[in-house]
């Protein structure tokens, strides 16, 4: 499958790109499938010693941080990922110089402010948001243990210099975090909802955000 997608020519992309833009975003979008529940904070109360209570809430919130919704835009390196298998970005990007991509060729050259829904084709929408770009590379998550994600958000060296209560802020009402959830037709979503995951990770920080082994 993923073989067949990268086989696709880049004259295909942009053409479809090109139908897909002169439809325009949808209104009414068809829901995706959900990603199954999350736990609720009180659901860890039992955990009595506060480190190890940190540490199982930042495990269950990472069911969302390591989704391929999430990831796809937090790679290894500066190409983007595709899809539920996380398959290479068709065409391949590189973005090198700027997160918002290769010169001539920016996200923004395909991704739109919204969505928008491809009729009659295998890729059902190109994904879109109006602050569509790549994730920096000191906030690369793929390859990761989530472990390492854990220490990788919280190192202000390494991301973007948000305190604790920037990055509940950041997971709460950022766009991009948001988009997760509504990612287009044939995109699953990740677990539970942009609200119970920012609850989360507001009780992982109360607990002292430790992180898992
Ligand atoms: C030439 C057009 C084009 C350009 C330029 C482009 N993309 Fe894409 N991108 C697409 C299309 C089309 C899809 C949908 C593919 C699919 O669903 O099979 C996509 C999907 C994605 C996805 C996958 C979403 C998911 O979770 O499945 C990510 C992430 C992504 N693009 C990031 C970027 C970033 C970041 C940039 C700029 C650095 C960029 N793209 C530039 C066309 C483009
Ligand atoms: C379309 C690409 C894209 C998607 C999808 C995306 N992100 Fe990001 N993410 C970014 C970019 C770009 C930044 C840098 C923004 C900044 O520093 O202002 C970022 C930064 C972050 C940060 C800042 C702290 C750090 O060190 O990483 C967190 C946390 C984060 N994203 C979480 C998520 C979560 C959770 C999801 C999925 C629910 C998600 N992102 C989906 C592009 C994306």
Same mark, same amino acid.
């Given at each position: 499958?993923?073989?067949?997608?990268? @086989?696709?020519?880049?004259?295909?992309?942009?053409?479809?790109?090109a139908i897909a833009t002169s439809i325009?975003?949808?209104?009414?979008?068809? /829901?995706?499938?959900?990603?199954?529940? !999350?736990? @609720?904070?009180?659901?860890? =109360?039992?955990?009595?010693?506060?480190? =190890? $209570?940190?540490?199982?809430? #930042?495990?269950?919130?990472?069911?969302?941080?390591? +989704?391929?919704?999430?990831?796809?835009? +937090?790679? =290894?390196?500066?190409?983007?990922?595709?899809?539920?298998?996380?398959?290479?970005?068709?065409?391949?990007?590189?973005?090198?110089?700027?997160?918002?991509?290769?010169?001539?060729?920016?996200?923004?050259?395909?991704?739109?402010? /919204?969505?928008?829904?491809?009729?009659?084709?295998? &890729?059902?929408?190109?994904?879109?948001?109006? +602050?569509?770009? !790549?994730?920096?590379?000191? &906030?690369?998550?793929?390859?990761?243990?989530? *472990?390492?994600?854990?220490?990788?958000?919280?190192?202000?060296?390494?991301?973007?210099?948000?305190?604790?209560?920037?990055l509940v802020r950041h997971m709460g009402?950022?766009?991009?975090?948001? %988009?997760?959830?509504?990612? *287009? /037709?044939? $995109?699953?979503?990740?677990?539970?909802?942009?609200?119970? #995951?920012?609850?989360?990770?507001? @009780? %992982?920080?109360?607990?002292?955000?430790?992180?898992?082994?």
């Amino acid at each position: 499958m993923a073989n067949r997608i990268l @086989a696709m020519p880049l004259a295909a992309v942009l053409a479809v790109t090109a139908i897909a833009t002169s439809i325009g975003p949808s209104e009414g979008y068809a /829901e995706t499938p959900g990603g199954g529940s !999350l736990k @609720a904070v009180s659901d860890f =109360a039992a955990i009595a010693d506060t480190g =190890a $209570r940190s540490k199982a809430i #930042f495990d269950e919130a990472s069911r969302v941080l390591t +989704h391929p919704r999430c990831i796809n835009c +937090h790679p =290894a390196t500066r190409s983007p990922t595709q899809g539920e298998d996380m398959h290479p970005h068709v065409p391949f990007i590189h973005a090198s110089q700027s997160s918002l991509g290769p010169a001539g060729l920016v996200c923004s050259t395909c991704h739109g402010a /919204e969505n928008r829904p491809i009729l009659g084709s295998r &890729m059902k929408s190109i994904p879109g948001n109006a +602050h569509w770009s !790549l994730a920096p590379a000191s &906030m690369a998550w793929q390859g990761l243990t989530v *472990g390492e994600i854990c220490q990788q958000v919280k190192d202000t060296s390494r991301n973007g210099n948000r305190s604790h209560a920037d990055l509940v802020r950041h997971m709460g009402e950022d766009h991009l975090v948001g %988009w997760a959830w509504h990612p *287009g /037709e044939g $995109r699953t979503q990740p677990p539970g909802s942009q609200e119970t #995951f920012a609850a989360l990770i507001d @009780a %992982w920080v109360k607990t002292g955000a430790e992180c898992p082994d």
